[in-house]
Nanobody, 126 residues
Framework: QVQLVESGGGLVQPGDSLRLSCAAS????????MGWFRQAPGKEREFVSA????????DYADSVKGRFTISRDNAKNTVYLQMNSLKPEDTAVYYC???????????????????WGQGTQVTVSS
């Protein structure tokens, strides 16, 4: 069974930090790009960040640029999302995804990710 499991979500106050983890099992994802998405109630799932196979190239949504950092540890088959200076508008369920069939250069589109985790809730509230 191939599985992605997110962890690290929780309830924090504005300005706080969280680090999300996405642990992959069932296969090695070290050769493939990974991404983070989020979905708030009543809204479409939106792109947050992506990282290429080696971790040498990253991409961020404008809304999180400068505050979030994506990284990966291929030896642990794990991807991270460090979230700093959290805002109430960051409240959402955060999903990690892998693109094992992607043949592009660095970053797949949403529909090109073929493995998804079940999500972890992040709530930013005072």
């Amino acid at each position: 069974q191939v599985q992605l499991v997110e962890s690290g979500g929780g309830l924090v106050q504005p300005g706080d930090s969280l680090r999300l983890s996405c642990a992959a099992s069932g296969r090695t994802f070290s050769s493939y790009p990974m991404g983070w998405f989020r979905q708030a109630p009543g809204k479409e799932r939106e792109f947050v960040s992506a990282i290429n196979w080696s971790g040498g190239n990253t991409d961020y949504a404008d809304s999180v640029k400068g505050r979030f950092t994506i990284s990966r540890d291929n030896a642990k088959n794990t991807v991270y999302l460090q979230m700093n200076s959290l805002k109430p508008e960051d409240t959402a369920v955060y999903y990690c995804a892998g693109a094992t069939y992607y043949s592009g250069s660095y970053f797949p589109t949403h529909d090109e990710y073929d493995y998804w985790g079940q999500g972890t809730q992040v709530t930013v509230s005072s």
